[in-house]
């Protein structure tokens, strides 16, 4: 097998990642420039074949594990043991950065998948060639677009906010460092960094104003994102304090909204934990469902 090399991530690698991923070929070229672009402190690298038809994105995650984030072999090329080098390749780089694990996992907050999609059947065969065990299962939801929900409900639930002293508002990129403090504060970095990156981001506060990316005499209660994975929704979150007021409804409505209004005909809802909320908030529908595999690095 020829040599498979560390490269730059560019227009060849966003049309290899189209052409080979059927199932993601209307944001793959996006998936690849956001891999390329990961936190600061991330360390990551993308190996390829010289002919550039096989490549694999791969990174050591905040616990030292070492991912496979995203892996693309040429239709035409497939046979020819570039999947299997491509792998190789990438494991020899963990090694080589300490890791003692190596995952088909998704690495948050920068990620192309939780796992391999169950239908990229090839790829879990690959997986468990190599001697990966398959440890968890994680799954999307789709929301058809625009969204199917009952308008006087959500109007019912803007009118219960209002009533409670609540106001939900987009927060416009550049003045997201309060709400990111919040994220932060209660759930964690990976999700801030989200918030931050994400395409459309909205929030609810109580007796408070928006300003200057802070808000001024107020409480912030909620966050809803989306476009931090390209083209997905995600992640959300309400402060404890402020459960069973709607805010999650309402603001994952807002998002849903606004991605239709970027021309998207449907959302994946990406890593879901609660099927009901967002089965009933929005019809939304479990659909793509992701094993993750893993094996210790000899």
Not at 132 to 161: C, F, I, Q, S
Not at 222 to 246: D, K, Q, V, Y
Request: contains cysteine.
């Amino acid at each position: 097998m020829t040599d498979i090399l560390p490269v730059e991530a560019d227009g060849t690698l966003e049309r290899l990642a189209a052409a080979a991923l059927w199932a993601d070929a209307e944001d793959a070229a996006l998936v690849v420039r956001r891999l390329a672009d990961p936190p600061r402190e991330r360390t990551w690298t993308v190996l390829a074949t010289p002919d550039r038809d096989g490549m694999v994105f791969t990174s050591i995650g905040a616990d030292g594990a070492g991912h496979i984030d995203l892996i693309a072999v040429d239709p035409a090329a497939r046979g020819r043991g570039i999947g299997r080098a491509l792998v190789g390749a990438a494991e020899e780089w963990m090694r080589a950065h300490g890791a003692a694990e190596a995952r088909f996992a998704g690495n948050p907050p920068c990620y192309a998948w939780p796992g391999i999609d169950v239908r990229y059947t090839p790829a879990a065969c690959l997986a468990e060639r190599l001697g990966y065990e398959r440890y968890r299962v994680a799954w999307n939801m789709t929301a058809d677009l625009p969204a199917g929900y009952d308008g006087a409900e959500h109007e019912a639930d803007l009118a219960k906010l209002a009533a409670a002293g609540v106001t939900v508002a987009a927060v416009p990129a550049g003045e997201r460092a309060e709400v990111a403090a919040f994220v932060r504060e209660q759930w964690n970095d990976k999700w801030a960094w989200e918030a931050e990156q994400a395409t459309g981001l909205h929030y609810a506060y109580r007796d408070g104003a928006f300003r200057d990316g802070a808000a001024r005499d107020g409480e912030i209660l909620g966050f809803a994102a989306w476009g931090a994975r390209p083209l997905w929704f995600g992640p959300m979150g309400t402060a404890e304090a402020a459960r069973g007021l709607g805010v999650g409804r309402v603001l994952l409505r807002r998002c849903l909204d606004e991605q239709a209004a970027a021309g998207q005909t449907s959302a994946q809802i990406g890593w879901v934990g609660p099927l009901r909320f967002y089965s009933r908030a929005v019809g939304a529908r479990a659909e793509r469902v992701f094993w993750l595999y893993r094996r210790a690095l000899d």
